[in-house]
């Protein structure tokens, strides 16, 4: 049995989605010329400032190509469906996001994605534009503590774009956009769950198997397996099973501050996601953990998928500054 | 027999078709530990090759079928594969630098520079459950035989045979390269999906010269 | 088979879900003490300002109460999932959105709705809070173009409220607010498609029956059947169904401007939204008609429907000027 | 016999036992040409009526019982049904008005005042397929039972077959009130689900009635 989607070709369906979205969004985006698969603000790169380039598969929007525009992103290179872009099109955004000052390359860290980027950064450097990696390892679920490192990069993307993206904005040097962006990365944990796969355009199948009355507890965002399969449990369980993960980790003193984004995979409604919410809000009250704001909704999806992810973003001076800096973006505006 | 440029282009052809033909196979194995598109990802790079290679002229070196074939499976992909294979490209295009035609042992040594190129590229040692543990024991093999005096036929044939158990025994290993790694022991028990597109690239390179060879 | 869905009770799932959108959204929006069903926008309602009133049915979210804020509605009656809220909470939105210069009553025309919302009218005006009902009708699937009084209210919500917001926040007369939305529901066409059902939180059972290869044309946002059931068709050819019969009703001249949603129903992801978007700014090219905005999202949901729905509305200079007028609610922003 | 509070307050427990059992046909009938939460409101409904008149002394007089029903559907459902029963039992209550129980005549009185109020509130006519197609000929049979000397019991069993032929004629209908008004044509063969619920509602009242009076 083949899932139901409306499009008119897999093959087709991510050069499809942009010519859709730079029909939507033209007065905040523009792709490369002869590289459509290179999509670049408006208003971002400017001569001096230093320039983000974010990037990665498709079928996440808004991200990755949804956080373009001032105060975020300069540029973005758009893969496949759950594919890293090859190295052209982050070349071409890298140039066009170069001000001169460095650029910046972020994205989560996945093998393909390295590897694309790091062709790039080679080639880059054969065009004189310097350019710098902060990979984003937000996935609490992927590897043990002591393994930062080797996580994979999910919904926390946003806040860690946004801290970088900021920081760009304000005309920091190349080592300090830098610096914010792995601070920021650092404090940022998410933690997702998965109830109902979701099917690739091109196969038309679901990509993974669940059971009717099941849950996988820290679903990559590929569908990539978890930590653990258990039987569906009512949300209050669920995010505390989730909050508990990531509180563990980030251990918060009573008073710290933290930015909190509840999103949804796909096709996980606002409804569910408002009701995991109050618990997470009644949690942090608990322990005295104040939420400077609250995102919720669809920021991180894997197409259609069925879940939701739970993102801290735990601040201090500097993170709240660049977190409250204004940002607008085609499919997203804050401050 | 000498390999030129037509040989070239029909090996090209002739995995593309093998890989479509593998496709879902390979999407439904990496559905298991990975993101489930490793069959799509292969077909368009092996399209996207076999395209711009068969574009070329009859007096296409191997160098340049090579290169064409590198570029085009990367920016046709990106993905994991991309980079993996078009750096394998690159290399054996390296490794018949200057020749208008590969010999058999000239062929044989392209085939392991391709496997070494992946293990470049992807830092990824034997038994880290990846394409490498099909394509070192493919390449190793492949030498050896072309060493005892095996003609490319037969080098590549030991060496799909090679990538085949090697292949089989990604079963047994935890993964610790790619998007599998994540998994810890739940990797145990799955072949890798780029292990087993390895084995359908390399049968299916030995199954195009022996065509070509008659 | 039950479906899955991230709730404690579905009995609470509406109660849960208002705490968390407070909790997400103290900035923007307070309930009315002691009736949490009344969500009022915190820097909306001010004396001598016509107050905006919407309401309905939960289970569409961001509608309606996404879309409470300054510029926009003053405040919002929620409903149980699907259902019309009752008068008292309608009532006491209209108090606290009262200015003294009239209440303005937005909603879909549903039969529930409409008796709900009426007893509440018949209530105020023993208060001596004046309310005039402005029904929502932009549904073209729902009734032939002579019974338009007879459509339903979907998407198209988001335009209406928009246009009768704006009158209200630049202060105009309860004529003037009346008249601008009349004229923005009349300026309003929607069509949607319906490829999955949605399940209640209470039964966790789809709430209808759709072959594996169907499509519906013209459901209703509550499941309620549509003009047809088809085999599923490629984007551009429903597109294009879609698109002839709003079109036909519109009648636009060349030069004609719009403005656009392309919405998902709940599971719709944006890469098909935008892949659709891709179609429909190709047609209106080709008619000249011009797009002065598009938004593209999940703006009245079902639940976890899959499908999509296309809004145009037709803009003239004056519901361009209330189009354009900024608005700064919880779940929009624009301007 | 006479109606007392403690028949009435029987009377709403027992149409909230018979309407919860129903709930999933109802919903399920109106998933089919409606939006499937009938029985979810109906079920809210009833039992909220039935909590709030419980919590009422047992010195109730039936028209704050009726009043205090009407409330609480009300404010516990919205949707369509609320004001629909809700005015059904205000009416109930204003045709009760002054007195301290009732009897068999001005039991019927009441029914038919609910009657009337659903029409009201509703304003549609028999043949729109709504649940006026059930209550119309429902107290049309209890009233005209009730003038020729039947008592409450037996006018309201002839109202709950009157209600269940209504129902069952919904069927051949085209719905021209409520969410299902839309679909036209496509609405013949399925029985109206507040019809429906009629039924259920009416049957419940003349059990209690039945079981009180024994
Ligand atoms: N570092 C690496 N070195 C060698 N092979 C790798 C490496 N990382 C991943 N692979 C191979 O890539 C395969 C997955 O490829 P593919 O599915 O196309 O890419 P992606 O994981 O980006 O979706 C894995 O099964 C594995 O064999
Ligand atoms: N105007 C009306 N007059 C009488 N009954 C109506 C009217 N509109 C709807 N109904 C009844 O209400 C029923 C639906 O009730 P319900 O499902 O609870 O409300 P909603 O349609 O708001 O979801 C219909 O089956 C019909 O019998
Ligand atoms: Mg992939
Ligand atoms: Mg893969
Ligand atoms: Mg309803
Ligand atoms: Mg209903």
């Known amino acids: 049995m083949k899932t139901k989607k409306l499009i008119n070709d897999g093959a087709r369906a991510v050069d499809e989605m942009l010519v859709g979205v730079l029909a939507a969004h033209g007065k905040h985006l523009y792709a490369v010329d002869g590289s459509p698969r290179s999509i670049v603000a408006k208003d971002g790169p400017r001569p001096g400032k230093v320039g983000l380039v974010i990037g990665g598969g498709s079928g996440h929007e808004p991200t990755f190509l949804g956080f373009v525009g001032k105060g975020l992103a300069d540029a973005c ?68 503590r002591d393994q930062k490192q080797k996580r994979r990069g999910v919904a926390g993307n946003f806040f860690i774009f946004k801290a970088a993206g900021a920081a760009c904005d304000r005309m920091l040097s190349f080592d300090d956009c830098e610096r914010i962006a792995r601070k920021a990365n650092d404090a940022t944990y998410t933690m997702g769950v998965a109830l109902a796969p979701c099917s690739l355009p091109q196969t038309l199948r679901p990509n993974f198997d669940i059971g009717t009355d099941e849950m996988e507890i820290g679903m990559g965002i590929h569908g990539e397996p978890g930590v653990k399969r258990d039987k569906l449990q009512s949300a209050d369980r669920v995010v505390d099973d989730m909050l508990d993960r990531i509180l563990a980790e980030m251990s918060p003193s009573r008073g710290d501050k933290v930015a909190l984004l509840v999103n949804s995979l796909g096709s996980t409604p606002l409804m569910e996601l408002y009701i995991m919410n109050r618990r997470i809000a009644e949690r942090l009250a608990d322990i005295d953990v104040q939420i400077h704001a609250t995102w919720v909704g669809n920021y991180c999806t894997s197409l259609e998928m069925t879940g939701a992810s739970i993102t801290l973003h735990h601040l201090d001076g500097e993170l709240q500054a660049m977190l409250d800096h204004p940002c607008d973006c085609a499919m997203f505006r804050a401050g | 027999m000498t390999i030129d440029a037509t040989t070239l282009k029909s090996i090209f052809s002739d995995i593309a078709t093998a890989i479509a033909a593998d496709r879902d196979r390979l999407c439904a194995l990496d559905g298991v530990i990975g993101d489930a598109d490793h069959g799509i990802a292969m077909e368009l790079g092996f399209n996207a090759a076999r395209d711009a290679v068969s574009a070329l002229g009859a007096e296409a070196d191997p160098t340049t079928i090579f290169n064409t074939a590198a570029k085009a499976f990367l920016n046709a992909v990106g993905a994991s594969s991309g980079p993996l294979y078009a750096t394998a490209f690159m290399r054996a295009g390296a490794s018949a630098k200057g020749k208008s035609v590969l010999s058999d042992a000239e062929f044989v040594e392209a085939f392991r520079a391709m496997a070494q190129g992946i293990r470049d590229r ?81 049968t299916a390179i030995a199954r195009s010269l022996t065509a070509a060879q008659t």
């Open chain 2, 122 to 202: 992807g830092k990824a040692e034997p038994g880290e459950k990846t394409m490498i543990d099909a394509w070192v024991p493919a390449a190793d093999a492949a030498a050896s035989a072309s060493a005892q005096g095996a003609n490319a036929v037969a080098a590549v044939e030991a060496a799909a045979s090679a990538a085949a158990e090697g292949a089989e025994a990604t079963k047994a290993m935890v993964a610790a390269k790619g998007r599998s790694a994540r998994l810890g022991d739940r990797s145990i028990g799955h072949v890798d999906p780029g292990a087993a597109s390895a084995v359908t690239v390399i």
């Open chain 1, 77 to 144: 290179a758009v893969g496949n469906v759950f594919a890293s872009p090859p190295p052209d099109p982050i070349i071409e955004c890298a140039k066009a996001a170069s001000g001169g000052a460095g650029v910046l390359f972020m994205y989560g860290n996945y093998a393909g994605d390295v590897m694309n980027f790091d062709m790039a950064t080679e080639m880059l450097s054969m065009d004189d534009i310097k350019a710098r990696t902060v990979l984003t390892t937000d996935d609490v679920a992927s590897a043990t």
